[in-house]
T-cell receptor, first 114, second 112 residues
Framework: NAGVTQTPKFQVLKTGQSMTLQCAQD?????MYWYRQDPGMGLRLIYY???????DKGEVPNGYNVSRLNKREFSLRLESAAPSQTSVYFC?????????????FGQGTRLTVV | RKEVEQDPGPFNVPEGATVAFNCTYS??????FFWYRQDCRKEPKLLMS???SGNEDGRFTAQLNRASQYISLLIRDSKLSDSATYLC?????????????FGKGTSLLVTP
């Protein structure tokens, strides 16, 4: 009963390095999301995907790219990491059926860029 | 300007107290409303959806006022285990899919 699985759980990068955060869900959900959470800022939407093959920018997309590989997987890529991208990243998914669609979250990735 | 506003607190209350959290949202076209709970260093989890008629789940009552664009959460008979951050969440449907907008959260500490 995995739900939403994110990898890695922790990562330290040097400025300028690249990495991809992986996310997979096994609930057959259409919508998937990437958020970052910073102290005092709350959760901010980076990108979301309403269905396989579609992605849209959220509130803070700069410095990130995403890929909806298939219905299950939604990855987030940092091409050239910056210290400002130090944050906790959460992937989420929702069924997108009807109005009251619960979002399920992964356990988060704690990223530090030095 | 944040689209979903919450009082960050912290709210420090004794066990057994009743506490209320408020939330306002700016987009009148918002369609769905939720309260999520987030424990320290954990992922957010749905506490309850908020319906126009108001709804109750045990000690928790949620209210929605669309005219005032205001959402509330009332916790009665607070327990130590209620200590967490409570996130107000508003869903709006852009051209495709749903986007969830989170408030910054209200921190609650229930003390013995």
């Amino acid at each position: 009963n995995a739900g939403v699985t994110q990898t890695p759980k922790f990562q330290v990068l040097k400025t300028g390095q690249s990495m991809t955060l992986q996310c997979a869900q096994d609930m057959n959900h259409n919508s998937m999301y990437w958020y970052r959470q910073d102290p005092g800022m709350g959760l901010r939407l980076i990108y979301y995907s309403a269905s396989e093959g579609t992605t849209d920018k959220g509130e803070v997309p700069n410095g990130y790219n995403v890929s909806r590989l298939n219905k299950r997987e939604f990855s987030l890529r940092l091409e050239s990491a910056a210290p400002s991208q130090t944050s906790v990243y959460f992937c989420a998914s929702s069924a997108d059926r009807g109005l009251n669609t619960e979002a399920f979250f992964g356990q988060g990735t704690r990223l530090t860029v030095v | 300007r944040k689209e979903v506003e919450q009082d960050p607190g912290p709210f420090n209350v004794p066990e057994g107290a009743t506490v209320a959290f408020n939330c306002t949202y700016s987009n009148s076209a918002s369609q769905s409303f939720f309260w999520y709970r987030q424990d320290c260093r954990k992922e957010p989890k749905l506490l309850m959806s908020v319906y126009s008629s108001g709804n109750e789940d045990g000690r928790f009552t949620a209210q929605l006022n669309r005219a005032s664009q205001y959402i509330s959460l009332l916790i009665r008979d607070s327990k130590l285990s209620d200590s967490a951050t409570y996130l107000c969440v508003v869903s709006e449907r852009p051209n495709s899919g749903y986007a969830l907008n989170f408030g910054k959260g209200t921190s609650l500490l229930v003390t013995p």
